[in-house]
């Protein structure tokens, strides 16, 4: 199994510029997350889709749209790229309320995100 | 709202010293609670997790029990290792909250040979 593959693994991006980070997972789990990493803090998490066809806003959703495009794909877009997002992005899902719901989280590998 | 602090890092120790992680939170509901571990340029991988009070997690020689009472979930190992040289996470999964889960800051441990 893959389990959850995020692409692209690297991205330079200049101010101002656009980018979608795409996120898929192979386990039908139903939820699925975005989160950002920054040195000393943890991660933090942008938005959320607790099951298909529902997203929901996380603690730093601001620059921030996404796409739960069905159950395996769950896609970050960058509309208007700022230094400020600079960072490390992990994709993630969960079984989350149906069925072996301990919260349990499966991550994919990340993206690193540079912004000049 | 939910939170998690854990001791800021980083751990350094030699080989085969024993390993404790602080780790503290708060919850308005009954969550469950979890340690993740990050090696170098990888995501984050579950080591251990616990679902309700006085539980103990554990896997790979490293142990971590759910108190209830101090709402604490300290991580510990007997004998590190150098190979266990990462960054931890303690998270919490809160079901009154939609099962988002809490990160804290994370622990980055080196272990010297």
């Known amino acids: ?116 | 709202g939910n939170s998690v602090t854990q001791m800021e890092g980083p751990v350094t120790l030699s080989e085969e010293a024993f390993l404790t992680i602080n780790c503290t939170y708060t919850a308005t509901g009954y969550p469950s609670l979890f340690w993740y571990v990050q090696y170098p340029g990888e995501g984050l991988q579950l080591l251990l997790k616990a679902t309700k009070a006085d539980d103990k997690g554990s896997n790979k020689g490293f142990e971590a029990t759910y108190r209830k009472e101090t709402t604490s979930f300290h991580l510990e190992k007997g004998s590190v290792q150098v190979s266990d040289s990462a960054v931890y996470f303690c998270a919490l999964s809160d079901p009154a909250g939609g099962f988002k889960t809490i990160f804290g800051a994370g622990t980055r441990l080196f272990v010297k040979a």
Request: hydrophobic fraction near 30%; aromatic fraction near 12%.
């Open chain 1, 1 to 116: 199994n893959a389990g959850v593959t995020q692409t692209p693994k690297f991205q330079v991006l200049k101010t101002g510029q656009s980018m979608t980070l795409q996120c898929a997972q192979d386990m039908n789990h139903n939820s699925m997350y975005w989160y950002r990493q920054d040195p000393g803090m943890g991660l933090r998490l942008i938005y959320y889709s607790a099951s298909e066809g529902t997203t929901d806003k996380g603690e730093v959703p601001n620059g921030y749209n996404v796409s739960r495009l069905n159950k395996r794909e769950f896609s970050l877009r960058l509309e208007s790229a700022a230094p400020s997002q600079t960072s490390v992005y992990f994709c993630a899902s969960s079984y989350g309320n149906r069925g072996p719901n301990t919260g349990e989280l499966f991550f994919g590998e990340g993206s690193r995100l540079t912004v000049l």
